[in-house]
């Protein structure tokens, strides 16, 4: 049961563009998500986090939306560089378990020149 | 301020070994969590150790556990490894339980 779903398995942007990843969720007790970027052979990088009592949390270049009532969140790049192709995972926790992360299956995103 | 280390970065194990990970988390964290990312399970949560105690496991076998010593620093055990064992293994800090958690580089795993 896949309680973190990121539907779009890849993104291809050009650089300048807006990247918009998105993310569904199924489980109504999470109450706060992240989205992480990977790079190959390397750990997850934090990118920015918003709890379930905001819609909206931005941090300089990235911007991540909760609609609580469709279980959807997005993050939103702009503008858009070929460094952040990466892959980004978006993950939840939930009230009582917060370190325990549920993270979706991550979107590939590949910003082009 | 130093990140999250791993050691070692990459093992080669056989059937039925047993295997033990070590992660040191960022310097004045005491939460360390453990997952597993495989291409078909993705990420998934194993385990999180707070002041040398066991805080939420996820659903893995007994055959995988761990240890959090007073420094903070922790090692993850798997037994009796199997095939479907490979993976990358990725330990997580924070300063304290939920908080934002920063990841290692993982411990690559292969089990032949």
């Known amino acids: 049961d896949q309680q973190v779903k990121q539907n779009s398995p890849s993104l291809s942007v050009q650089e300048g563009r807006i990247s918009i990843l998105n993310c569904d969720y199924t489980?109504?007790?999470?109450?706060?998500f992240l989205w992480y970027k990977k790079y190959p052979a390397e750990g997850p990088t934090f990118l920015i986090s918003?709890?379930?009592?905001?819609d909206k949390n931005e941090d300089g270049r990235f911007t991540v939306f909760l609609n609580k009532s469709a279980k959807h969140l997005s993050l939103h790049i702009v503008p858009s560089q070929p460094g952040d192709s990466a892959v980004y995972f978006c993950?939840?926790?939930?009230?009582?378990?917060?370190?325990?992360?549920?993270f979706g299956t991550g979107t590939r995103l590949q910003v082009t020149l | 301020k130093a990140g999250v280390t791993q050691t070692p970065r990459y093992l080669i194990k056989t059937r039925g070994q047993q295997v033990t990970l070590s992660c040191s988390p960022i310097?004045?964290?005491?939460?360390v969590s453990w997952y597993q990312q495989t291409p078909g399970q993705g990420l998934q949560f194993l385990f999180e150790?707070?002041?040398?105690?066991?805080?939420n496991k996820g659903n893995f076998p007994g055959r995988f556990s761990g240890r959090q010593f007073s420094n903070s620093r922790s090692e993850m055990n798997v037994s009796t490894l199997e095939l479907g064992d490979s993976a990358l293994y990725l330990c997580?800090?924070?300063?304290?339980?939920?908080?934002?958690?920063?990841f290692g580089p993982g411990t690559r795993l292969t089990v032949l």
């Open positions: 489980n109504s007790m999470f109450d706060y």
């Open positions: 993950a939840a926790s939930a009230v009582g378990t917060a370190s325990k992360l549920t």
């Open positions: 997580a800090s924070s300063s304290l339980s939920g908080d934002t958690q920063y």
């Open positions: 918003i709890s379930s009592i905001k």
């Open positions: 150790y707070f002041s040398e105690t066991q805080r």
């Open positions: 310097s004045g964290h005491r939460s």
